[in-house]
């Protein structure tokens, strides 16, 4: 039935989303250090003028 291949989909999902989900926080804590220092060093020539 449609319900039983969606259940089956989503834990599956769940599945692979715990199997990735150190290498997912890694990944998103470095793209936030990015955008933190890429706003900081846009900031900083506003700043000194």
Partial sequence: TIHSSFSQYMISNLYILRSCGAQFK???????????????????????I
């Fill in 26 to 48: 890694i990944y998103s804590f470095v793209v936030f250090v990015v955008c933190d220092l890429n706003f900081i060093h846009l900031w900083q020539p506003q700043d000194t």
